[in-house]
Structure formats: C-alpha cells, structure tokens
C-alpha cells in the first residue's frame, strides 16, 4: 500500500488550501485515513481522521471548524479541505492509512509528506 500527499503550497493567514492523499495498491473502501503534522519543534499531532465508510470522522481540537476531511473511493482519495489558516497551522502534513486514532504508532502506512506554510 502506498499513499501520496500532495497540495502543500504557501498560503496567507486566513486562506485556504485542500490537500490529497492518494491511496494505491488497496481499495480505499477498506481503509481508513488519517492526516497529521509535524513540526521540528512539535512531535507528529493528530489533525484528523476519516473511517473507511467516510461515515466516522474525528478532529483535534485545534482544527475544528476550520477544516474537514473527505473521501472519493471511485478516485482512491482522501481530502483535507483547511479553511481560515493560520500560521500555527505551517507543518509538513503527512496522510496514513488504517487508523481513525490521534495515536500515530496505530497506522500501518505513511505517505511522505506535504509542506504547508501559513504566512501572516
């Protein structure tokens, strides 16, 4: 299983940005999703997580309200929409497959990574 991120970019406070992780190498409908970030000085933080029916979503609170986590199976992809950005927000955003925990030593697979930087 392989999973890619992609729609990292340089944004200002306030706007907004979707990222994607494409899953190959297994059906998304047997997978759940999950995005984190990490900092060099943070350890990787829980941003969201999406079940495998897309029916089960979770949030950090540091993200609620400001951006939502999605699904397509038929595209083998999972999206994190990020609205009213803030440059707290600035991370390397990773995806991981077959968890919907904040824990990261649940998931089984990682994609590499997408920078996300917030200026204000």
């Known amino acids: 299983v392989q999973l890619q991120a992609s729609g990292g970019g340089l944004v200002q406070a306030g706007g907004s940005l979707r990222l994607s992780c494409s899953v190959s190498?297994?059906?998304?409908?047997?997978?759940?999703v999950g995005w984190f970030r990490q900092t060099p000085e943070r350890d990787r933080e829980f941003v969201a997580a999406?079940?495998?029916?897309?029916?089960?979503?979770r949030y950090a609170d540091s993200v609620k309200g400001r951006f939502a986590i999605s699904r397509n199976n038929a595209k083998n992809t999972v999206y994190l929409l990020m609205n009213s950005l803030k440059p707290e927000d600035t991370a390397i955003y990773y995806c991981?497959?077959?968890?919907?925990?904040?824990?990261?030593?649940?998931?089984?697979?990682w994609g590499q990574g997408t920078q996300v930087t917030v200026s204000s």
């Open positions: 991981a497959a077959d968890g919907v925990t904040n824990d990261p030593s649940v998931y089984t697979y």
């Open positions: 190498g297994r059906r998304l409908d047997y997978t759940a």
């Open positions: 999406i079940g495998w029916s897309g029916g089960l979503t």
